[in-house]
């Protein structure tokens, strides 16, 4: 190679790690290793580092190997670490990162480009950056992070803020052993998730931000889960520092909303008729729905039978199986997106937060929460609503949720609301005159 990096926080690396980077994959792959130094990304055109497929990055340690960026005036696609479109078998190891955001205002830090990532991994990083969060936001099978160190923090001047991770329609990724701090938003996986582990991590609220004069008006939780299948949230640590911590909003320490205002597949009526496998509403208009909405018999004839909707049109529903028992006129249905389903909730500990674990106003199906403890920490609470929520129809169900063993103790008031421990089941009927059906 013609460039080699220096290492000394002076000089400009980024043009010899990127030429490192693109020689690997020109030979069909490897581990560009970095050795113990400091090292300088500038760029104002790309990313800092942009990953193909088949390569890792790899350093000497997170304490050893550091890699700073964020100099300079910001730009819209600036982002330190991009893995480039339908990369495959790529990573990062055994070092660290750090936004120095040099004039306030940068903001991107990883992302992934459009295309499917595939066989990822974070290892042993430690990344310390404010502004945007590290973002999948792009389909995904198969990512790790492990013992990693993620340190989020709050900057007035970088415009949009948001908490140490953010993913979407991911399959197979898994969160394990990691250490996250934020100061403001939330953890958050959204929109089609399954498959997804989140075990032994430590979530970390620094609540100090709120107390002081650039204190920010958006709202703050620890980890928000939304539109997810086959999870398990296993033998995590949730716990705030620097508290209390007085909220814009609810501050929950783990929120299934599904989707807050911004409902997919919202809809109730009454059954005008139905065949084996159709149901028809005769004041219906019904577009396209997506490929993940259901609809549910809440009451009469039928009650209970949930069917994935295969197709919608004008007055029509088609559902993927036949009814076990054919709705009729007196039956009642929902249109909704079961936003946890198949759900493990185990041995969390959640310490010192606003408010606990709250499924608000989503459909769930075959849910456990079992053996978390909850100390100065609000309680568990199920909520499921008919309501109107920016003019969606919303009827929400908890079906085979089961809450067993867990522990709750408010024994200081931490929390600044005086609640009392609680495990709750509160449906709640809001803006509509009429019970519609049972959750």
């Known amino acids: 190679m013609r460039l080699k990096a220096v290492g000394d926080g002076s000089a400009n690396d980024q043009p010899a790690l990127q030429a490192a980077i693109q020689q690997a994959a020109a030979a069909g792959g490897g581990i560009v290793y970095v050795p113990a130094g400091t090292y300088k990304l500038v760029y104002s055109s790309v990313s800092g580092l942009e990953l193909p497929a088949r390569v890792v990055v790899q350093g000497a340690g997170p304490t050893l190997t550091r890699l700073r960026y964020g100099y300079g005036a910001a ?18 190891a055994d070092l660290s990162l ?22 990822a991994f974070l290892r042993n990083v430690h990344w310390s950056y404010s502004g945007e969060a590290l973002t999948f936001l792009q389909p995904s099978e198969r990512v790790l992070l492990t013992g990693c160190r993620f340190i989020s923090r ?3 001047l970088a415009g949009l803020q948001q908490g140490p991770l953010a993913v979407e329609s991911a399959r197979a990724f898994t969160l394990r052993n990691c250490y996250l701090l934020h100061e403001v938003w939330q953890t958050g996986f959204n929109d089609n998730c399954s498959e997804l582990v989140v075990e032994g991590n430590t979530f970390v609220r620094d609540a100090a931000i709120l107390y002081s004069a650039n204190k920010p008006t958006i709202e703050t939780r ?13 033998g995590n640590t949730f716990e705030t520092i620097n508290g209390p911590a007085p909220d814009n ?8 909303e599904g989707g807050g205002p911004n409902r997919k597949d919202a809809y109730y ?6 065949t084996a496998s159709t149901l028809q509403d005769a004041t219906a208009s019904w577009g396209a729905l997506t490929s993940q909405a259901v609809v549910v018999i809440i009451q009469g004839k039928g009650l209970g039978q949930w069917r994935r909707i295969t197709a919608s049109a004008g007055q029509s529903l088609t559902v993927e199986r036949g009814w076990d028992v054919v709705p009729d006129q007196s039956s009642r249905y929902s249109i909704t ?6 759900w493990l909730v185990k041995d969390n500990v959640l310490r010192h937060n606003r408010a606990g674990l709250e499924f608000w106003s989503c459909s769930t199906l075959d849910v456990a929460v079992v053996g978390n403890r909850l100390t100065n920490n609000d309680g568990i609470l199920l909520r499921p609503g008919q309501t109107l929520i920016q003019g969606a129809q919303v009827f929400n169900m908890v079906y085979n949720t089961q809450l067993v063993g867990n522990w709750v103790e408010n024994v200081e008031d931490r929390t600044n609301t005086g609640a009392p421990a609680y495990i709750g089941l509160l449906p709640y009927q809001y803006g509509v005159s009429q019970s519609l059906g049972t959750a």
Request: proline share 3%.
């Open 222 to 234: 620890t980890l928000s889960i939304n539109f997810a299948q086959n999870v398990a949230l296993v």
């Open 98 to 119: 750090e936004n120095v955001n040099e004039q306030g205002r940068w903001q991107r830090n990883l992302c992934v480009y459009p295309g499917t990532l595939r066989d």
């Open 269 to 274: 009526g009454r059954v005008s008729g139905a």
């Open 75 to 92: 730009y819209a696609f600036g982002y330190a670490v991009g893995f480039m479109g339908n990369a495959q078998r790529v990573g990062l």
């Open 154 to 156: 709050h900057n007035p």
């Open 337 to 342: 997106d079961w936003s946890a389903r198949n």
């Open 249 to 256: 909003n609810d501050g929950e320490t783990l929120l299934n």
